[in-house]
C-alpha cells in the first residue's frame, strides 16, 4: 500500500497562501522519501509567521506553487491515496493552489489521520500532538515536514490496526 502525506503550512487566511509543504511517501509500509519546500505564497502578508516561523524573508526567492507542483506530482505517483492529519485543510489548500495556478487538483482521495485516530482508538484529543503522544511520535509541530512524517507515521499505526500492513 503506497501514499503519500501531505502537511501545508500557510502564510494567511487564503487557501492559495502555501509557503511551506512537508510531503513523506510511504511504499509498503516504510517512508521512503522526506521532502519539503518553502513557497512563495501570492501576498507578501506572513499572518502565521508566529505559528511556522517562515516569514516573506524566508520565501521571496523561491518558486510559487506552480514551480513545486511539478515534484508533488512526481511523489504521488502510484499512490493510492494522500493522508493528512486534517485532512480538509490541507486538500482545501491544495485545491486553493490548484485552482490559483490554473491546475487541475489531483484526483487521489484523501484520508484523515485526525479523523481515523478517533475512530480506530477513540483517541481524544486528536489534535496532531495529542495523537503523537499516543504512539510516542516524535513531532516538531508546525514543521511541514516534522507534521508529514507524523502523519505518515500515525497512518502505518491504522494500516496496521487494520490489518492492512
Not at 518553502?38 to 510559487?64: C, Q, T
Request: hydrophobic share 45%; net charge neutral; glycine share 6%.
Amino acid at each position: 500500500m503506497n501514499f503519500l502525506a501531505i502537511d501545508f503550512e500557510t502564510a494567511d487566511y487564503g487557501a492559495d497562501s502555501a509557503c511551506a509543504v512537508g510531503l513523506v511517501r510511504v511504499e509498503s509500509g516504510v517512508i521512503v522519501t522526506r521532502e519539503a519546500h518553502l513557497i512563495r505564497p501570492p501576498r507578501k502578508r506572513m499572518h502565521f509567521e508566529y505559528v511556522h516561523g517562515i516569514s516573506w524573508n524566508d520565501v521571496k526567492d523561491k518558486p510559487a506553487f506552480a514551480g513545486v507542483y511539478p515534484r508533488m506530482q512526481e511523489l504521488m505517483e502510484g499512490v493510492e491515496f494522500l493522508v493528512a492529519h486534517n485532512a480538509r485543510f490541507d486538500k482545501g489548500v491544495l485545491g486553493g493552489c490548484c485552482f490559483s495556478a490554473n491546475i487541475d487538483m489531483p484526483t487521489i482521495p484523501f484520508k484523515c489521520t485526525m479523523n481515523l485516530a478517533r475512530q480506530v482508538w477513540n483517541i481524544r484529543p486528536t489534535n496532531l500532538p495529542a495523537v503523537c503522544r499516543h504512539f510516542g511520535i516524535r513531532l516538531n509541530h508546525h514543521d511541514a515536514t516534522s507534521d508529514a512524517e507524523a502523519c505518515a507515521k500515525i497512518m502505518i499505526e491504522v494500516l496496521k490496526a487494520q490489518g492492512k500492513l
